[in-house]
Structures are given as C-alpha cells and as structure tokens.
C-alpha cells in the first residue's frame, strides 16, 4: 500500500508491501497489524 505518492511526495509502504512497492517508496512503516498506517500519519504527517 503507498499511503500517498502525490502532493507532498511523500510515499510510504508498508511493512508487509510487494518489493516493487517499497522500491517506488522512500519510507517504510509496520504492517497493518502493527498499525503502521496510523505510525506514518502520526509520525510525517501531523
């Protein structure tokens, strides 16, 4: 999942993403079940 790659640039892929996905991103967060989602929001977005 890329949380966003538009706008601010910012891509983010979860822990658990496809290897294209991380290499398209410049971040890398927890997988969903370790609410990486909610840590990426928290941590570059707010």
């Not at 658990?16 to 971040?27: L, P, Q, T, Y």
Request: charged fraction near 30%.
């Amino acid at each position: 999942m890329v949380l966003s790659r538009t706008g601010a640039g910012l891509a983010v892929a979860m822990e658990n993403a496809e290897a294209d996905v991380k290499k398209a991103c410049r971040i890398e967060t927890a997988d969903c079940d370790h609410e990486g989602v909610g840590r990426a929001i928290d941590k570059y977005l707010l």
